[in-house]
């Protein structure tokens, strides 16, 4: 695995694991996370008993997350996608 790849795995693993917090928050618990590359994008479904979250991210986003670039917008994407549930 080359470095660009290590990266991109890196920024997955850490995105699934903020979106595991956040729908802690919330109450749920994954059954499964799984990641679906369509095009140049990429989703983060997010299954549980009851629900299915899906969370659109560009490559890049998910490629520079380990090195903080633009998190807080990540972040508040995750936040908001689990944050409608409870609507």
């Known amino acids: ?13 850490q995105i699934a694991e903020v979106a595991t917090r956040y729908a802690g928050q919330h109450g749920l618990q994954p059954r499964k996370i799984r990641w679906d ?32 670039v633009g998190n807080d917008v990540t972040k508040r994407k995750i936040r908001d996608k689990f944050a409608g549930l409870s609507i």
Request: net charge negative; charged share 40%.
């Open 37 to 68: 590359e369509r095009g140049f994008d990429l989703m983060l479904i997010f299954e549980t008993d009851r629900h299915q979250v899906d969370i659109p991210f560009s490559v890049d986003e998910v490629a520079y997350y380990p090195e903080g």
């Open 1 to 13: 695995m080359d470095v660009e790849e290590e990266k991109f795995a890196e920024g997955k693993k």
